[in-house]
């Protein structure tokens, strides 16, 4: 697959995955091993910085949003060539291009406050990509549709969280552009009429 998001190195797949068919995650651009918070990080609780306190929250938002694009971003650009319908095959090209944008900005934010990002995805998006690219035809677009529509839901309510209780003004504007590459991601993604229960994450406790 040719990469839309130039200056990216393809992390090698997962022992799981055949490369031929498993889109590559986008990597850092200094190519570390495997994520490990510096030994600042490590502390729990709040620190300064000259944008105000970062609290666990905060980073972990900043973090997430990280590892959202780096299957989601590869996986709408493998979308773009193999999704069946002409439909899926255009939201992918719009959710491929804001991730590369939402990626740039996540990374400024992570320098500015000293935070380390992953650089692979979890193992559970590894298998999330695994399951779609195992796919053809409309089973494909199903499948691509629920796994990407059931993680931006899982992170859309984070980011709310964050940005009512965060005293960090950088991730406060991080957050809200954050905000709204997901919102708009999801509308996309339930514009496919290919969305199901299974798309959804479970509602939180009242």
């Known amino acids: 697959m040719t990469s839309a ?3 990216y190195t393809p992390t090698p797949g997962a022992g799981a995955f055949a490369p031929s068919t498993v889109p590559a995650a986008v990597e850092t651009e200094t190519a570390e091993p495997s994520f490990a918070p510096s030994a600042e990080e490590t502390d729990a609780g709040t620190r300064q910085t000259e944008w105000g306190p970062l609290s666990e929250a905060d980073r972990d938002l900043v973090r997430k949003v990280r590892l959202a694009s780096l299957w989601e971003m590869p996986m709408a650009q493998d979308a773009v060539q193999r999704a069946g319908t002409a439909r899926v095959r255009e939201i ?3 959710i491929a291009s804001q991730h590369h944008t939402l990626d740039r ?3 400024d934010v992570a320098a500015k406050l000293e935070i380390k990002l992953p ?3 979890t193992t559970q998006q590894q298998a999330w990509m695994s399951d779609i690219s195992d796919r053809s035809g409309t089973a494909y677009d199903r499948t691509y549709v629920k796994w990407l529509r059931l993680a931006h839901g899982q992170i859309f ?3 709310g969280s964050v940005r009512g209780s965060t005293q960090n003004t950088l991730v406060r504007r991080f957050a809200e552009q954050a905000n709204a590459a997901v919102l708009n991601h999801q509308r996309l993604l339930e514009s496919t009429g290919l969305t199901t229960a299974a798309s959804f994450p479970t509602p939180p406790p009242v």
């Open 157 to 159: 309510g984070l980011i």
């Open 5 to 7: 998001c130039a200056g």
């Open 92 to 94: 992918s090209k719009e």
């Open 105 to 107: 900005q996540v990374r």
């Open 119 to 121: 650089v692979k995805p």
